[in-house]
């Protein structure tokens, strides 16, 4: 996937700056694709020089003009494009913490049993940080009356998957540092 079709898909949103893309990347594409801000200004003046997206000047007062990006006809034509291609390949996992795992018999357990209670921090934050956007996309509705009245229901379940995904990392998390434990308590065979 291009960064091109992650930020066409924030912007289904609405109009944006570039600033209030980088900024809204955390909340809600960032749980499937990472960018930083200056990949996205890249990305926002190829995509407006390939007429995907238009850009209208705001000015404003003590402060630098901004630019409020949105999609195009032919941006949204792109959109519907892409959802009809197949993904190219499934997902898969680089993540260095695993590979430090792998490494753990012969490494510093400490270190890594740290850096594993680390993740799980990060994990626990992001669960909140999911479930206050759910909370604010459902508004007070049920499951079935926001997918009974909601325009987009998108972002709901990326939302939904960000949520598992994390809940399954501090699940997996708990276990890794409970069987650790185990581990550094069992005795050697010296």
């Not at 600033?19 to 955390?26: I, P, S, V």
């Not at 680390?118 to 992001?126: G, H, I, N, T, V």
């Not at 049920?142 to 972002?155: H, L, N, Y």
């Amino acid at each position: 996937m291009a960064l091109r079709n992650a930020v066409m898909a924030a912007l289904l949103e609405g109009e944006a700056s570039g600033y209030d893309l980088a900024k809204g990347f955390a909340s809600s594409v960032a749980n499937f694709w990472m960018a930083t801000p200056q990949q996205i200004y890249r990305e926002l003046e190829r995509m407006e020089g390939e007429g995907l997206i238009a850009a209208r000047v705001v000015q404003q007062e003590r402060r630098p003009n901004k630019r409020l990006f949105s999609l195009t006809e032919a941006g949204l034509d792109t959109v519907r494009a892409y959802t009809a291609e197949p993904p190219v390949k499934p997902t898969a996992i680089r993540d260095e913490l695993l590979v430090k795992v792998q490494c753990v018999d012969v490494g510093d357990m400490e270190a890594v049993r740290a850096a594993i209670a680390e993740r799980m921090e990060l994990a626990a934050a992001k669960i909140a940080r999911f479930e206050r956007i759910r909370d604010r996309l459902l508004d007070g509705r049920t499951e079935d009356e926001f997918f009974a009245t909601a325009d987009r229901v998108g972002p709901y379940l990326t939302c939904l998957r960000g949520l598992s995904l994390e809940r399954e990392n501090l699940q997996w998390g708990e276990l890794a540092l409970r069987r650790l434990e185990q581990r550094s308590a069992a005795p050697t065979g010296d």
